[in-house]
């Protein structure tokens, strides 16, 4: 779910901010407060999930959180927001995920994900958002972060320059995060393109249990998740990317991979097991 300008989507952003309107894209708080028991159960039971340092995440103001990407389907998402109205000392946020175009392929989905909180991952959108002091979520992996094999497992990909260029843009902080767990609810063994493109999605998941066990081979496994908040990030303040010359977005990106690098590698250490923590 990385930012990317989408031709299909971005214009229209781009359109209303010209027009002066306020954009939600799709939020509906009515129907997030009447899927709040579902996420609860998720959060708390099935999941199991602890969250280590939300007091990182600012109580207002804008922020960008940048973090892995796994799962197969975007589960990790949904759990980030909840432990932002839960676990946040401050004022309950309403996290604002950007998501990958090809959910706007997806009616279903790009419906229930805008009324979540999700948006569009481009430029004019996340500018929109951020200046109006909204907390967004960048997964600089994009899509080959939910991609993964089981063998690659809690291996970061290649992290884009959208995070550092918001950021220094805007002059606001980064929260690095972690999520530990959701690497094995679909242990993935394979990909199907085809199977992919006739749904209008990049590919469909090859598990141990799906397609073989059908519909059932879709639930996910119930892992342990930790969700690990690392302390802010001011890339515009810091000294080797001040001055002429000093706006290397690529080298703030391997900055951002690497400090999520170090929360992921000590939450999987913690753990004693994949399904115990």
């Known amino acids: ?162 995070a550092p260029r918001l950021s220094c843009r805007h002059r606001i902080p980064i929260v690095p995060f972690a999520v530990v767990g959701a690497e094995e609810i679909y242990p993935m063994i394979g990909r199907s393109k085809a199977l992919g493109q006739a749904i209008g999605a990049p590919y469909v998941p090859i598990t141990p249990f799906f397609p073989f066990f059908g519909l059932a081979g879709l639930i996910p496994l119930p892992t342990k998740w930790t969700i690990v908040f690392g302390p802010r990030i001011y890339l515009y303040r810091e000294r080797r990317f001040r001055g002429a010359g000093g706006m290397d977005f690529e080298t703030m990106s391997e900055r951002l991979r690497r400090t999520v690098h170090l929360l992921l590698r000590g939450g999987v250490d913690r753990r004693s097991s994949i399904f115990l923590g």
């Open 1 to 162: 779910m990385d930012i990317a300008f989408d031709r299909a989507t971005a214009p229209r952003a781009e359109e209303a901010l010209r027009a002066g309107a306020s954009v939600d894209y799709g939020l509906d708080l009515d129907f997030r407060t009447r899927s709040r028991p579902i996420f609860k159960f998720l959060y708390d039971q099935y999941w199991r999930v602890d969250t280590i340092g939300a007091e990182h995440v600012p109580a207002d103001g804008p922020v960008i959180l940048v973090g892995n990407h796994s799962g197969g389907l975007p589960f990790d998402a949904t759990m980030l927001a909840y432990a932002l109205t839960t676990e946040n000392p401050g004022p309950q946020r309403t996290l604002r995920p950007l998501y990958d175009r090809f959910v706007e392929n997806a009616p279903p989905l790009r419906d229930a994900y805008r009324k979540l909180g999700g948006a569009p991952a481009n430029y004019a959108v996340a500018d929109e958002l951020l200046s109006r002091g909204e907390a967004v979520a960048i997964f600089p992996e994009g899509v080959s972060g939910v991609a993964k094999l089981y063998e690659d497992r809690y291996k970061l990909g290649p992290f884009s320059s959208s």
